[in-house]
């Protein structure tokens, strides 16, 4: 992740911290410009996660957190690289996910959702990228839910993706949807991003050759940390 011959930020690109069909942006935006800070040195010599913290189970979300058998839902493989702007692979990377259930439910204290819990899933996986730049989860379609936003506002399905830097504190978050989902169309956290191709890359595409028969069905979702192509990350309001 060098700093050297960045492309320039297209600010055009990401959406405003300020989206006021985004309801609760109204009042979290930051209300004064925002200042850039330096890392400090903490951030920067802090531990990392390396081989050694991460189990090969941690990517399969139909087994990490199972009890009494496997995970209700439509079993699907997410995967993907994250590459550079040069489109470079960027290895040994930590790459974290987060989702509801089928049921369109999070376990969570604070989700008060009156879908059920499923037991055997918890909703969380991690993993390494390769040397290629390449990562894979085995998971559960999340659910559709509802969300206090407007009368009758509901998420489409989607993951949470959090990407790990070379230092602690480098930390990127961004969502991924699923391909064909009506509900993009009336999600206003989606339809702030004002680039109709910035919205097309959080868009997982159905990938029928990644597939595994009569098993799972397969979604490709590369995620771009820089430049023209860059993937819109949520605690980057200002541009990659």
Not at 6 to 34: D, E, G, I
Not at 205 to 232: H, K, N, Q, W
């Amino acid at each position: 992740m060098s700093n050297r011959a960045l492309s320039p930020r297209n600010w055009q690109v990401h959406p405003p911290a300020l989206a006021p069909a985004y309801k609760t942006s109204r009042l979290r935006a930051p209300a004064q410009a925002l200042i850039a800070m330096d890392p400090t040195t903490s951030e920067l010599s802090g531990p990392t996660f390396g081989p050694a913290q991460i189990a090969a189970s941690d990517s399969d979300l139909l087994q990490n957190h199972k009890t009494t058998g496997l995970p209700i839902g439509e079993r699907i493989i997410v995967h993907g690289r994250v590459l550079d702007e040069q489109a470079r692979p960027v290895p040994h990377t930590l790459v974290e996910i987060w989702q509801a259930n089928a049921s369109g439910r999070y376990r969570h204290v604070n989700d008060s959702y009156f879908a059920p819990l499923d037991p055997n899933f918890g909703g969380c996986g991690r993993t390494l990228t390769d040397q290629d730049g390449a990562f894979r989860f085995h998971t559960i379609k999340p659910g559709a839910y509802p969300w206090p936003n407007g009368p009758n506002s509901w998420r489409p399905a989607h993951i949470h993706f959090s990407v790990f830097g070379t230092a602690f504190a480098q930390r990127l978050i961004t969502q991924m949807y699923f391909e064909g989902d009506p509900l993009l169309d009336l999600c206003p956290i989606y339809q702030a991003i004002p680039d109709p191709h910035a919205k097309a890359r959080l868009v997982a595409p159905l990938d029928m050759e990644t597939s595994e028969p009569f098993d799972s069905i397969a979604y490709r979702f590369d995620i771009v940390l820089r430049g023209a192509c860059s993937t819109p990350f949520e605690n980057r309001p200002e541009g990659n």
